[in-house]
């Protein structure tokens, strides 16, 4: 995190306790529930990286600092560039109007920031993503630091000790992995078939395009509403195989 935009220095912070989303416990109200049926938002992945965390880092009316600083911003990107950030965005009328991005490693989405610019579109947007992580295989979905929003979505705080067991299981398949493709070379000089091994490694267990596949599948299959992408990620996020 950083102090302000312009500031020029980062620092870690380690939450004594922290929220995540448990992915079947997010909480759908009515409204939301209409909006996501109805597809009043278009929402797409990783179409826009770069404007999402821009969004993120705006200063608006209830926030005018932002812990997002220029090397952080960068620092993202590049993650994004080697496919391990991902982002969300909700779209209308062709103008991104919300949307979050985040670390995904392993089986854990690791939650970093979010905006919304009209009524319910961060709420759009993390429906898809727990739906997305859901069909994807994934198991943890770190929200860092409670808000009120993410406790109204269902988010709920836990200690560090029980954070680190959840992040543990979340990550026992990269583990297994990662020193198969690990370089005793410095970073820059890792080949890309050793970088495109790295990152796949980090990817091990979860399978973002997962959500995807199966809005293509479904559209392709029937023309009919029930085939809707909104209906099919209410299903997504209530259906327990």
């Not at 078939?193 to 029937?222: C, F, M, P, Q």
């Amino acid at each position: 995190m950083a102090d302000s935009r312009e500031d020029k220095e980062s620092f870690w912070v380690e939450p004594q306790h922290r929220a995540i989303l448990p992915l079947d416990q997010f909480h759908v109200s009515k409204s939301l529930a209409k909006t996501i049926r109805q597809d009043r938002f278009e929402v797409t992945t990783d179409r826009d990286f770069a404007a999402v965390i821009r969004c993120c880092a705006e200063s608006v009316e209830n926030r005018q600092e932002t812990w997002i600083n220029n090397d952080i911003e960068n620092a993202f990107i590049e993650l994004h560039r080697m496919g391990l950030a991902h982002s969300v965005e909700c779209w209308r009328e062709g103008k991104l109007v919300g949307g979050l991005y985040g670390l995904a490693i392993g089986k854990a989405y690791f939650g970093e920031s979010m905006f919304s610019r009209v009524t319910d579109a961060s709420k759009v947007a993390m429906a898809w993503l727990v739906a997305r992580m859901r069909v994807g295989g994934y198991a943890l979905l770190d929200c860092q630091f409670m808000t009120e929003h993410l406790q109204s979505l269902g988010a709920i705080e836990i200690s560090q000790k029980r954070y680190l067991e959840l992040l543990s299981v979340a990550l026992a398949e990269v583990r297994n992995q990662v020193s198969t493709v690990a370089s005793p070379s410095p970073l820059p000089s890792v080949s890309a078939a050793g970088a495109a091994g790295a990152v796949s490694a980090l990817s091990a267990g979860s399978d973002w395009g997962a959500l995807d596949r199966l809005l293509a599948e479904s559209s392709l299959g029937s023309s009919s509403e029930a085939s809707s992408p909104g209906k099919l990620i209410l299903h997504s996020l209530t259906h327990t195989s």
